[in-house]
């Protein structure tokens, strides 16, 4: 197979490969993008059919397409969202090559630039730029084997609606965003839910009267960089659970519990048809409970240092899940339970990344994106620079940076 001679490659059509695109096509930089989706907009096409942003409309910042409607507080809905990003690959006229997987990133032999293997074609590349994401594998533990057979399992990115699962109870596992969103959507079904959840935080919706959200972008919280946190495993921790549906609402577990939904802690095991539970349930009810109490004192001091005029009153302090008891073990059957729905998270792979480029965690080594390897990028991760690179708020200003890093070295590698 012949190769075919570029500049730069761009893995992964998503919102970093996009407008990693965009700021290179402003420079002029001869580029393509690589999306194995056969259409723009794939992450979001995974998501339930209720789906809406859980960041306001304003927070959708894609460099030449940033949200200008009259909505600034709403939340998109899941095909609103779609539509964006068809037109935003369409009408900024990107070269992306859809239904094209990238599968191998080596350095070329003997010389230097990057060697890109597809199913399609291959590309020697000057740069390469890796917008693939964090988000590839779903956290599905090995036990879940051990579940029956005749029990529907699915990640959260497989869920459309609470319609198209078999009648009986649900096991929804993790608490995050979309543990949360889709637990809360079971149970105003009618559903029968079973909650396994962790330690994820929460924020309010609103808090002294603006969007939680509104006041963190405002308070440099997502400006953070890394040096800023406790440890650098802390970077993968999941985001506080909060709703964008019903144009936003609050996500409180605390809640849940005097809806009915039965909260458990996290999944052990499961065989025999049953499941072993830690009783760690209350453990992580005070983590979010804490989350929550932390991020309002922030939020209060910036608003007491910048002298600023906000009402008073914090959200009421709840306590119903810490009534329900610790179970260790759960008998599927006597449960009802006949679907599980994975929301635990997901695992990210670059491992078609043929250099040690990884930490121990397995999380690129960069300086906001830049490796120590010439020419390879990577853009779209949370805390490549700040807590906003991987969000639509922030993916703009380091899709920025690669690119005008890209357009600064052109021409220093010759391919031949």
């Not at 956290?139 to 084997?145: E, K, L, M, T």
């Not at 985001?239 to 605390?254: I, Q, T, W």
């Not at 306590?319 to 008998?331: F, K, M, R, S």
């Amino acid at each position: 197979m012949s190769i075919e001679k570029i500049e730069t490659v761009i893995v992964g059509g998503g919102q970093a490969g996009l407008t990693t695109s965009y700021w290179l096509k402003q420079h002029g930089r001869e580029h393509i993008v690589l999306e194995r989706a056969d259409r723009p907009g794939h992450a979001w096409r995974q998501r339930w059919d209720s789906f809406t942003l859980v960041t306001p409309n304003w927070a959708f910042r894609l460099p030449g397409a940033a949200y200008a409607g009259e909505d600034r507080a709403g939340f998109m809905p899941r095909a609103e969202i779609i539509a964006r990003f068809e037109r935003y690959a369409t009408d900024t006229r990107l070269p992306v090559s859809f239904g094209v997987e990238a599968t191998t990133v080596e350095p070329l032999a003997g010389r230097p630039g990057y060697h890109v293997r597809t199913g399609a074609a291959d590309f020697a590349a000057s740069n390469v730029v890796m917008a693939t994401g964090l988000y590839q594998r779903p956290r599905i533990p090995a036990f879940a084997a051990g579940l029956p057979a005749d029990v529907l399992q699915l990640p959260s990115e497989a869920y459309r609606n609470p319609g198209t699962l078999p009648a009986g109870a649900v096991l929804v596992v993790g608490s995050g965003q979309s543990g949360c969103q889709i637990a809360e959507e079971l149970g105003k079904a009618g559903r029968r839910v079973y909650f396994s959840v962790g330690g994820a935080g929460r924020a309010p919706r609103r808090y002294r009267g603006k969007d939680t959200y509104e006041w963190l972008a405002l308070a440099g919280f997502f400006d953070r960089t890394l040096d800023k946190l406790p440890s650098p495993k802390a970077r993968f921790a999941p985001n506080p659970h909060v709703s964008g549906a019903g144009g936003g609402h609050d996500l409180n577990l605390h809640q849940f519990a005097r809806d009915g939904i039965t909260l458990l802690g996290h999944l052990v095991g499961a065989g025999d048809g049953r499941i072993g539970l830690a009783p760690d349930l209350h453990e992580s009810l005070a983590k979010c409970d804490q989350f929550e109490a932390r991020l309002l004192d922030m939020i209060d001091g910036y608003i007491t240092a910048g002298g600023l005029a906000a009402p008073e009153g914090r959200p009421p302090a709840r306590q119903d899940g810490y009534a329900q008891p610790l179970v260790t073990e759960l008998d599927i059957r006597a449960a009802g339970i006949t679907s599980v729905i994975w929301a635990a998270g997901y695992r990210f792979d670059f491992s078609l990344v043929k250099l040690p480029v990884t930490d121990a965690d397995g999380f690129p080594v960069q300086q906001r994106g830049v490796t120590n390897y010439p020419g390879l990028y990577f853009v779209g991760l949370p805390w490549l620079h700040t807590q906003k690179s991987g969000l639509l708020l922030g993916v703009g200003e380091d899709a920025a940076f690669v690119a005008g890093h890209i357009a600064a070295n052109a021409g220093v590698v010759n391919l031949g």
